[in-house]
């Protein structure tokens, strides 16, 4: 499988020039839920992306392999946030080794859009961790779009210079509910008389009690399951906050150990 193009993850600057965490917010909210549950060092962040979360992990000791479908990112995290290991693996289904925790951030879980992908990536999970082992997790809460439409009703259009050439988005949110996507259009248009780029995503909208049934059925106890605080709530994740115990906003958090190995 390779990953959809998408403007901004085919440039990883790019991708962090708009999504910037220059205080490390999320890799920190990572470890912290690793050391409160007394995960061993060998780390697994599926989903890299540029690698800043892996290289945070790494920094503070742990021994962190990064894994991504996209070459573009795993160039850029060898060159721009060395220390970890990077390697190309498929959320869908990986055997990249044996590790005391995996990670797995900023809705990159929502890749695996079907059952069947699901599935795949907690028995992949399942063969990679060490008894004991923690899976830690944070993404879009499904839930939220239960009787909320506040990010469907508008078009969100957006605007930046990037190399000289200035890039304008229009957003487009959809909820397929058959297939249980949370589906993005997105047009480009530059202001050089190129025609435009439209790319569509999506992202599977999993429910906190469905995830919760999938994460037991693959033997994982579910230590953590709340919507914040964490690195991408408002207001942020700060040093010390304990986790909450609603699973209500727009983002949700999991922590989850592997009681019964494969
Ligand atoms: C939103 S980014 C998150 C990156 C990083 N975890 C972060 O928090 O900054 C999602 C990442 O998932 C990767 N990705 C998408 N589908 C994938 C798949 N099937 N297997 C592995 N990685 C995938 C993309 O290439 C992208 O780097």
Redesign the pocket.
């Known amino acids: 499988?390779t990953?959809p193009r998408n403007l901004l993850?085919d440039n990883p600057e790019l991708y962090e020039a708009r999504?910037p965490d220059p205080d490390r917010l999320?890799g920190r909210w990572a470890e912290e839920c690793l050391r409160r549950h007394g995960a061993g060092p060998r780390v697994l962040?599926?989903?890299?992306?540029?690698g800043?979360?892996a290289a945070h992990l790494h920094g503070v000791g742990r021994t962190v392999t990064g894994?991504?479908?996209?070459e573009a990112?795993l160039a850029h995290a060898r060159v721009h946030h060395p220390g970890p290991e990077y390697v190309h693996?498929?959320?869908?289904g990986f055997d990249v080794g044996r590790f005391d925790a995996v990670v797995c951030?900023?809705?990159?879980l929502l890749?695996c859009h079907t059952n069947a992908q699901l599935d795949a990536f907690l028995t992949s999970c399942r063969r990679a961790l060490s008894p004991g082992g923690l899976l830690v997790a944070e993404m879009r809460n499904g839930a939220y779009f239960l009787g909320r439409t506040d990010l469907l009703d508008t078009p969100t259009a957006n605007s930046f210079t990037w190399q000289g050439t200035v890039h304008r988005s229009t957003t487009t949110l959809t909820v397929d509910r058959t297939a249980q996507l949370l589906r993005r259009t997105r047009v480009w248009t530059t202001d050089d008389g190129s025609e435009p780029v439209v790319q569509h995503s999506a992202w599977r909208l999993l429910f906190p009690q469905e995830l919760w049934h999938l994460l037991a059925a693959h033997g994982f106890e579910v230590l953590e399951l709340h919507d914040g605080p964490g690195p991408r709530t408002e207001p942020p994740w700060q040093d010390g906050d304990l986790p909450g115990d609603t699973a209500d906003a727009d983002r949700l958090h999991v922590v989850a150990r592997l009681n019964s190995p494969a």
């Open positions: 499988m990953v993850t999504f999320a962040d599926m989903g890299c992306g540029t800043r979360d894994a991504d479908l996209s990112m693996a498929d959320l869908h951030l900023d809705s990159a890749y």
